[in-house]
């Protein structure tokens, strides 16, 4: 038995020292390893049937030439690998980089409607939101607008067949009223929002589009607050100094109320489509909430007063990034998305 074994070694280790590719490998493995009919298999079974005495020095002998020819086979393996075609089809290498995954990313609007909720989170101010479809109360009459008056004509309405007389609501102001009746005073709130208006768009006019209201009420709140605050937002939004203008503006629902205009950032003031050839671009109108509002909010007006304005967000995204179309914000088209 012993120079039987000593033959096996001799064939394997000549057998391996032949082999050309993976596939001549895999047959020469098995004819020795398979566990059914491998040669090497077969000899380690027959080792165990011999004799007591025999036994220490043939299963040493079998287990050495195992260790052998099983070197002799791992060698033959890193050597054929280096060129043998079938190794090389299944080479993965793990240093390819692989395709990312396309994650998208955050519309400019709501990026910057990020930025301004930090702002006015800082400021003291909570975050608020309000129904997109609004009663003809809250989006009107709470805001002292009954149905004949004539400010109605200043928001073309997307009005809704129904019962109750519903709105695509044309402005966030509604939520003043609704956060009032809500919390009470004081009270510091912002709220961004989606909103609609039967419109004939243009350059700067969207059917949809942002606003962020914002609302202070409390204890002696004047004129300086109001501006002090649009102050902050917009050097925190802007982060240099752009030129703004206040002049008087009227809204039924505050009085004294202002228009804060921008000097338009597309063409540096000196007139186009954007500002309509003005050189400036109504952007935050504001004023001190009028005591009906605050009447129909449910607050002591000889108590409390507040300041409330109304920016319009996608117009502040356009002068932020020089954008000259404001339907371009909504068109879905990634060549624009992807610049932001
Ligand atoms: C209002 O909507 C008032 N609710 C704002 C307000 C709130 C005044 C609180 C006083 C106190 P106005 O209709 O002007 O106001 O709209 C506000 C801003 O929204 C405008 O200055 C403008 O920046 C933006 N805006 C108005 N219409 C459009 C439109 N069609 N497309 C894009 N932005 C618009």
């Not at 993976?22 to 047959?27: F, L, T």
């Not at 102050?231 to 203008?245: A, D, M, Q, Y």
């Not at 002049?247 to 489509?273: N, Q, T, W």
């Not at 920016?311 to 371009?328: E, F, P, Q, S």
């Amino acid at each position: 038995m012993e120079l039987n074994i000593k033959k096996i070694k001799e064939q394997a280790l000549k057998e391996i020292e032949e082999i050309k590719n993976s596939q001549d490998w895999e047959d020469i493995r098995n004819k020795y390893f398979s566990r059914k009919s491998g040669e090497l298999s077969k000899l380690l079974k027959d080792v165990k049937e011999v004799s007591s005495d025999l036994k220490p020095k043939l299963g040493a002998l079998a287990n050495e030439i195992k260790s052998d020819i099983t070197n002799a086979l791992d060698k033959k393996k890193s050597e054929i690998s280096q060129d043998d075609p079938k190794v090389e089809k299944d080479f993965i290498d793990v240093t390819l980089e692989v395709e990312k995954y396309k994650l998208g990313h955050l519309h400019p609007v709501t990026q910057v409607q990020t930025e301004l909720e930090e702002i006015f989170k800082s400021l003291g101010f909570v975050i608020l939101d309000g129904p997109e479809i609004e009663s003809d109360y809250y989006n009107f009459e709470t805001l002292n607008i009954p149905d004949w008056h004539p400010a109605r004509d200043m928001q073309d309405t997307f009005f809704i067949e129904a019962k109750d007389k519903l709105v695509l609501r044309t402005h966030t102001s509604p939520v003043q009223v609704r956060a009032m009746q809500k919390y009470g005073a004081p009270l510091r709130c912002v709220v961004p929002g989606r909103v609609f208006r039967n419109e004939a768009t243009d350059a700067s006019h969207d059917h949809t589009f942002y606003q962020l209201e914002g609302l202070m009420i409390g204890e002696n709140i004047s004129i300086t607050n109001l501006v002090a605050v649009m102050k902050e937002l917009l050097s925190g939004i802007f982060k240099r100094e752009v030129t703004v203008r206040l002049r008087p503006g009227y809204f039924p629902f505050v009085e004294p109320g202002f228009e804060l205009d921008i000097k338009c950032l597309i063409c540096a003031g000196k007139g186009c489509s954007v500002c309509k050839q003005t050189g400036w671009l109504e952007l935050l109108p504001c004023g001190m909430v009028h005591p009906n509002v605050l009447k129909y909010s449910g607050i002591d007006s000889k108590k409390y007063n507040g300041f409330a304005f109304g920016l319009g967000l996608t117009r502040l995204v356009m002068m932020k990034y020089g954008i000259d179309d404001i339907r371009l914000l909504q068109s879905g088209d990634m060549r624009f998305l992807n610049q932001f």
